[in-house]
C-alpha cells in the first residue's frame, strides 16, 4: 500500500512512519530525509538545496518536488511506501499527485494523527536532537541513556530553539491555516482515516496497522 501520514507537529508522523514501513516491509520516505541525503551525498539537487539552507532559507517547493520525483522512480517503492512530511498544503498535494501519476503510482491511504494542543507541547518541548547523527529522543517519554548524549554516536543531544512552548503554539496556528485543508483534500477522495494519537505510540502503531488491515486484508504485517 502506498499511504501517507498526516497531523500537526507533534503528532508523531515520522516515528510512526518509520514503524510502520518496517512492520510492512516498504520504504519510508521523508522529504527531510530526502534533502539530508542529497545534501550529504553531494548531488545536483543537494548543494542547491545547501545553498538555501546555508542562507536560513526554506527549500523552494520546486527542487523538494524534483527530489521526491527521483525518487518515486526507484523500483523499491513498487512494493509500497509510507510517506510522511509531505504534502503540508493542497498545491503540494496536487503536485505529488502529479508527482506518482508518472511511474503509474497513486496514494491508497492517508492517515490523519489527530493530537490534542497539550500533549504537542508535551511532546515538542521535551524534545531533545543529536548534534551529530541527528537521532531524536525525549526528555520524559524517550531519554538517552547518558544524560543529553547520543546512544547511537555519542555526540550531544541538544534542544531545538523551535520547541520551546510559545513557538510551538505559533507553529500549531500556522499548521492549522496552511494544512489543515489537506485533510479535506483526501477526505474528498474518499482515502482519509482518522484516528486518535495521544496514546503511547506502540499503541498508536497498532490502531494504525490495524486500519490498514481494514483497508487491504492482504496486506502482510511483521512482528
Same mark, same amino acid.
Given at each position: ?112 494523527? #489527530?493530537?490534542? $494542543? &497539550?500533549? *504537542?507541547?508535551? !511532546? /515538542? ?5 543529536? %548534534?551529530?547523527?541527528?537521532?531524536? =529522543? ?23 530553539? #523551535?520547541?520551546? $512552548? &510559545?513557538? *510551538?503554539?505559533? !507553529? /500549531? ?5 496552511? %494544512?489543515?485543508?489537506?485533510?479535506? =483534500? ?23 496497522? #490495524? ?13
Amino acid at each position: 500500500m502506498n499511504i501517507v501520514l498526516l497531523g500537526p507537529p507533534g503528532a508523531g508522523k515520522g516515528t510512526q512512519s518509520k514503524r510502520l514501513a518496517e512492520r510492512l516491509g516498504v520504504p519510508h520516505i521523508s522529504t527531510g530525509d530526502l534533502l539530508r541525503k542529497n545534501v550529504t551525498d553531494g548531488t545536483e539537487l543537494g548543494r542547491e538545496a545547501k545553498s538555501y539552507m546555508d542562507k536560513g532559507l526554506l527549500v523552494p517547493d520546486d527542487l523538494v518536488t524534483r527530489m521526491l520525483t527521483n525518487r518515486f522512480e526507484q523500483k523499491d517503492v513498487r512494493k509500497g511506501f509510507i510517506l510522511d512530511g509531505y504534502p503540508r498544503n493542497t498545491a503540494q498535494a496536487a503536485t505529488l499527485d502529479g508527482i506518482l501519476s508518472g511511474p503509474g503510482l497513486s496514494i491508497d491511504m492517508a492517515v490523519y494523527l #489527530d493530537t490534542c $494542543e &497539550e500533549v *504537542i507541547v508535551q !511532546r /515538542l518541548s521535551g524534545r531533545l536532537v543529536c %548534534s551529530k547523527c541527528g537521532a531524536n =529522543y525525549h526528555a520524559v517519554n524517550m531519554p538517552p541513556k547518558k544524560t543529553m548524549i547520543c546512544d547511537s554516536c555519542s555526540a550531544p543531544l541538544y534542544q531545538r530553539a #523551535d520547541d520551546k $512552548e &510559545e513557538t *510551538i503554539r505559533r !507553529r /500549531l496556528e500556522v499548521y492549522n491555516k496552511e %494544512s489543515a485543508p489537506v485533510i479535506d =483534500y483526501y477526505a474528498e477522495k474518499g482515502i482519509l482515516s482518522r484516528l486518535a494519537a495521544d496514546g503511547e505510540a506502540l499503541a498508536v502503531l497498532d490502531k494504525i496497522i #490495524d486500519l490498514v488491515r481494514k483497508n487491504d486484508d492482504s496486506v502482510k504485517v511483521k512482528k
